[in-house]
C-alpha cells in the first residue's frame, strides 16, 4: 500500500481531474459527481464515509486517494464577534483564517500562501517572508474546517482570497480552488460571492483576461502615484500601477460588475486631499468602487492612523467626483486579525 503522503490527495484534483482519476477505475461519470458532494457539501474525512460507493470502489479509492484535512491550532473570539483560526499543515507551517460577521454575510478570509514575498510596508504578513505556496486542497480545506467549527450554525456566505499570501503569486492552485468553490457540486458559492484580492501582479492578471472567470476582482492600490505606491508596495517597481491600470480598464467584467480598488490609508504618506484629487483622473474608464481602510497599526509597522476626519474628507472628494468610496470598518482588531495583521503565529494560552 502506499504511504499515506504519496496517495493523490483528491482535494488537490479539479473537477474534470477528479473525473479522470475515477475514470481509472472502470467508474461512470456520475460518480466523480458523487465524490465531489460528499468531499465538498457532507465534508467527509475519509472515504469510508462516501457511503452510495460500492465496498469495492471505496476500497481500490482508499489505496490510490486520500482526504487531507488541516488541523485547527487555535481560534480565537474579538468582541466584535470576528474569529481567528490558527491552522496547521501537514509540513508544520502555520496558516491563519479570518471569519467576519456583517449583517447578512458571513465573510471567510483564506490564505493561499504561507507568508507573502511582495513586502507591502503596511502588513505584518510580508514580514513573514514567503515560504511556499499552498496546495489546492490547503486552500479549500480552510473552508471546511472553518464550517465544521459552524457546526451548522449560519453559513458562510462569502469568500474573500485576502487572508496570507498573493493568490496571483499562487496561480494555478488558486483558480483551481476557486473553480471547487464555484461548482455547483463543489461548495456551491456564486460567483458574486467569491473575491480575489491582489496587489496587482501583471502577469497573473493578464492571463486573466482569457479565463472564464468566476469571482469579482480587487485590487490593492494604497497610492495616487507610482513614487508613493513603489514606498509602500515595493512590487509597484516591478510592475507599475499604470501598466496594471491599463489592463483593468481591458478587464473582463459582467454586466454591472465592478473592481473593487482597496487603499490603506496611511497618515502623512497617502491620505491628503491632494491624493484623492489625483485618484479621480486615474481611475477614469473602469468601472469601480473604493474601499478606503484606515491602517491597522501594529508595532512592527512604521506608520500611523489617520483621524477620522481625515479619512471622511478624503470620502468626500472622491463621492463629489462620482466615484463610490466606502470607508471598511476594521474587524478583529483586537485578535490581530484586521487586514495586513496576519501572521501564522501560535499565541500563548
Known sequence: MKDALEKTDLKNLSPTELEGFIAMFGKERYRSVQALRW??????????????????FREQLNQAGRISTLQSIRIEEDRDGTKKFLLGLEDGNRIESVLIPDKSRLTLCVSTQVGCGLGCRFCLTGKMGWKRNLSVSEIVNQILAVREHLSGKSPITNIVLMGMGEPLANYVNTLKAIELMAHPDGFGFSSRRITLSTAGLLPGLEKLLNEKIRFRLAVSLNAADEETR??????????PMKRVLDVLRNFPLKRRARITFEYVMVEGVNDSPRDAKRLIPLLKGIPSKINLIPLNEAPEIPFRRPSEERVREFQEILMKAGLTAIVRTSKGINISAACGQLQGRALCP
Open 39 to 56: 468531499l465538498y457539501r457532507r465534508g467527509v474525512r475519509s472515504v469510508d464515509e462516501m457511503s452510495n460507493l460500492s465496498k469495492k
Open 230 to 239: 513603489s514606498r509602500l508596495m515595493p512590487v509597484n517597481r516591478r510592475y
